[in-house]
């Protein structure tokens, strides 16, 4: 079993940052990506960026050149550096990681930008 802890969370105005982090326990496990989702109210869950085992990083349009996923091998952490928030940014944000045969999510942190 892999366990993912978020944390980061909080409230910010409009146009500042936040760090969101991920921290990964239990099994050893080899992955396919590591991401980040976000579920705002009466919406759909949605990829905001993942980064592949190989390194290659994907982004959502929304969230190009504002968000930075990045990840710490030797902690088995990931981290999602999001500056110039907007109030649209705002929701839960979960923690996915997933192999060929698992899909582990967070508990889910919240992040809510006020304009």
């Known amino acids: 079993q892999v366990q993912l802890v978020e944390s980061g969370g909080g409230l910010v105005q409009a146009g500042g940052s936040l760090r969101l982090s991920c921290a990964a326990s239990?099994?050893?496990?080899?992955?396919?990506?590591m991401g980040w989702y976000r579920q705002a109210p009466g919406k759909q869950r949605e990829l905001v960026a993942r980064?592949?085992?190989?390194?290659?990083?994907d982004y959502a349009a929304s969230v190009k050149g504002r968000f930075t996923i990045s990840r710490d091998n030797a902690k088995n952490m990931v981290y999602l550096q999001m500056n110039s928030l907007k109030s649209e940014d705002t929701g839960v944000y979960y923690c996915?990681?997933?192999?060929?045969?698992?899909?582990?999510w967070g508990q889910g942190t919240q992040v809510t930008v006020s304009s």
């Open positions: 980064i592949f085992s190989g390194g290659v990083l």
């Open positions: 996915n990681v997933r192999g060929d045969q698992f899909s582990t």
């Open positions: 239990g099994r050893r496990f080899t992955f396919n990506f």
